[in-house]
């Protein structure tokens, strides 16, 4: 006998089987009483399902393509890698078993490039520096990696290497935030598909397009056009530069002179502050050494406009001269350097282009090699740059 709460038999003309309703029947909880079934359920209708499939493929590609052809009219590159946190992670871990590695802000971080490192020497340098972070914060990240036993280069622009403050690689006393597998896996099927598409670059976003159209109009709060816009150009390892149209996009120019603000700081680097930091530096540094490691700086070269500032607020005597007296370390300046690599072309005046980028890299890299035996200058080397490389020729006759 049925139960009050429950019926053995189906609703008089409803079929007992889900998925055999007539066609458009629509079967609800009211048509079943007293049983635990999903609802609503209904039949799925019949349709040109391959010709939609077929049409959703031709848009994705037509959508695809638009978006490609857009972004190289931008001038973006496919194989232009995202720099991301992951990214600096696999280059750290690659780092412990380094001959060579590199530290530093922007501008080590633009102006090396690691393939004239390596036909100079014939070791390829592991390039660990990150964009707007204080040199000394990755100088003591090295320094307490105590498999790294190799040789550090640390590059600096001397308001950037005594700011109290890690700047945008903060993130590297937090690395482990960065080793999930997802993280891991996220980042291979990024740069699979970025070496291949133009498009993803981070930096052209449509949420970062729409969030840049916001026109700053509160006064005293910092918006979208006081961001540091696409700067650089990123290929495998971490090897970066400038990006091309910095140099010759007269929009980009300006806008990113302007953004650097002259490299004027809203605190004071004070007698107390410049000295926290050149203890730290030492203390750093006889920690690397302690265990087989060197240490040697290089100070890339800056736009009079912007050197003005930086010199205001550290002077070289202050800075760089204590820095390699206080660890009694090797260093090469810009200064330092002969008459035929100076007046390098520096675009938006914080870093160098492509092609000078070389040049400063085999300069500097020719004088590291007498001044540490940790490198050594191949004997099939190839022969010394100068600015007439990057320099237009009626520029660099001046």
């Not at 109290?164 to 960065?178: A, E, I, L, Q």
């Not at 202050?318 to 300046?333: C, I, P, Q, S, Y």
Request: aromatic share 8%; charged share 25%; glycine share 8%.
């Amino acid at each position: 006998m049925p139960s009050s709460t429950s019926s053995s038999e189906p609703p008089k003309g409803i079929v007992s089987r889900e998925g055999a309703l007539p066609a458009g029947l629509r079967l609800t909880a009211s048509d079943r009483p007293g049983q635990a079934q999903p609802v609503p359920t209904r039949d799925v209708p019949k349709q040109p399902w391959g010709r939609v499939m077929l049409g959703v493929a031709a848009a994705l590609v037509a959508g695809v393509i638009a978006l490609e052809v857009n972004a190289r009219r931008l001038g973006l590159h496919a194989g232009d890698l995202d720099n991301s946190e992951v990214a600096w992670v696999k280059e750290r871990v690659r780092s412990e078993a380094a001959d060579v590695a590199i530290v530093g802000d922007s501008r080590i971080l633009f102006d090396t490039d690691l393939d004239r490192f390596e036909a100079l020497t014939g070791t390829r340098p592991v390039q660990l520096a990150i964009h707007g972070t204080s040199p000394l914060t990755l100088l003591e990240d090295v320094a307490a990696n105590e498999n790294f036993r190799g040789l550090l280069v640390v590059g600096l622009a001397d308001t950037m290497f005594f700011q109290p403050f890690d700047g945008y690689g903060g993130y590297v006393k937090r690395r482990n935030d960065f080793t999930t597998p997802s993280g891991r896996i996220g980042i291979e099927i990024d740069h699979v598909l970025q070496r291949r598409l133009a498009f993803l670059d981070s930096n052209h976003r449509l949420s970062v397009a729409a969030h840049r159209l916001d026109p700053n109009f509160r006064a005293g709060v910092e918006g979208p056009m006081d961001d540091i816009w696409k700067v650089s150009e990123v290929s495998e390892n971490r090897a970066t530069w400038m990006w091309p149209r910095i140099e010759y996009d007269p929009f980009y120019t300006n806008r990113t002179r302007w953004a650097w603000k002259g490299f004027k700081e809203k605190f004071p680097y004070t007698p107390q502050l410049i000295a926290k930091g050149q203890a730290r530096a030492k203390a750093a540094v006889d920690r690397i050494r302690a265990r087989g490691g060197e240490v040697v700086f290089v100070r890339p070269p800056s736009a009079p406009q912007l050197r003005v500032n930086e010199e205001a607020q550290v002077p070289k005597a202050k800075g760089w001269d204590a820095l390699l007296r206080n660890t009694r370390g090797v260093g090469v300046h810009i200064d330092d350097l002969p008459a035929s690599v100076q007046g390098l072309t520096l675009p938006e005046w914080s870093h160098l282009n492509r092609r000078c980028a070389t040049v400063f890299t085999d300069a500097y890299v020719r004088r590291l090699t007498h001044g540490t035996p940790r490198l050594k200058l191949r004997p099939d080397a190839p022969p010394p740059l100068t600015r007439a490389y990057c320099v237009p020729q009626e520029i660099a006759s001046r």
